[in-house]
């Protein structure tokens, strides 16, 4: 795999991807990106620690959006974000606070400038806090993370249930899907299926340790693939 997730040339999208396809619609909050593999150890102290207040692990952090009233990066590296469709505005988070997270519906994000994120075949870790809103759930992919490309890097939910589709999805239990590449290494195949219910907050982490990655749902390692 030598896929780049996120340089001035693929553009990396939070929110949907080429072509405005599968566009995201609830709440994201606290937003991290590393440019190496979290160990299950540390993946479980961020989950612990941001379950409750802030937790900055410092090493190998690129980019962090706590989207407390704006889309900037607070990692210090300068990585802010820009909508370069619709509009982000911000309402109440996880602990209660008003303006303290991001709501996405048909908007598009985009780093003003990538430099450090991960790209190539190289190790990352991407963290976020997610909340489906029920009503605007459809029976269709929906990309929390992508790129320029089809299928070349996207992180999004899945919650289709047409006739004969395995999965059994539906819009309030879709379940998550990673492809690198052109290739589904996270998704349908995963057995048994992991749903993510919507109307409730969720702690989504994915990391990639060389060739390995790990989906991991509120703490639980919940899917497994090689790239």
């Known amino acids: 795999v030598d896929r ?4 001035s040339e693929t553009n990396l999208r939070i929110g ?4 405005n396809y599968a566009t995201w619609d609830g709440l994201i909050d606290d ?5 190496r593999a979290l160990s299950e150890e540390e993946v479980a102290a961020l989950y612990e620690l941001e379950s409750q207040q802030s937790f900055d692990p410092e090493e190998g952090l690129v980019a962090y959006y706590p989207f407390n009233g704006n889309a900037n990066d607070k990692s210090e590296n300068g990585n802010d974000l820009e909508a370069i469709q619709g509009d982000l505005t911000f309402e109440i988070d996880r602990f209660g606070e008003s303006q303290s997270t991001g709501y996405i519906s048909k908007t598009k994000l985009s780093p003003i400038d990538t430099t ?3 790209e190539g075949n190289s190790d990352f870790t991407v963290s976020t806090w997610v909340r489906f809103i029920k009503k605007d759930v459809s029976n269709e992919t929906k990309i929390i993370f992508g790129n320029n490309t089809i299928n070349a890097f996207h992180l999004g939910f899945n919650a289709s249930s047409y006739t004969g589709n395995p999965n059994q999805a539906n819009s309030e239990n879709p379940i998550p899907e990673l492809y690198l590449s052109g290739s589904e290494v996270l998704g349908n195949q995963a ?3 992991v749903y993510v219910p919507s109307g409730e907050w969720h702690h989504i ?4 340790n060389k060739e390995n990655v790990v989906l991991y749902i509120n703490n639980k390692k919940s ?3 090689k790239t």
């Open 16 to 19: 949907a991807y080429v072509d």
């Open 31 to 35: 937003v991290r990106i590393y440019n």
């Open 191 to 193: 057995s048994p299926k």
């Open 4 to 7: 780049k997730y996120a340089t």
């Open 205 to 208: 982490l994915v990391t990639r």
């Open 223 to 225: 899917a497994a693939g």
């Open 116 to 118: 450090g994120f991960p």
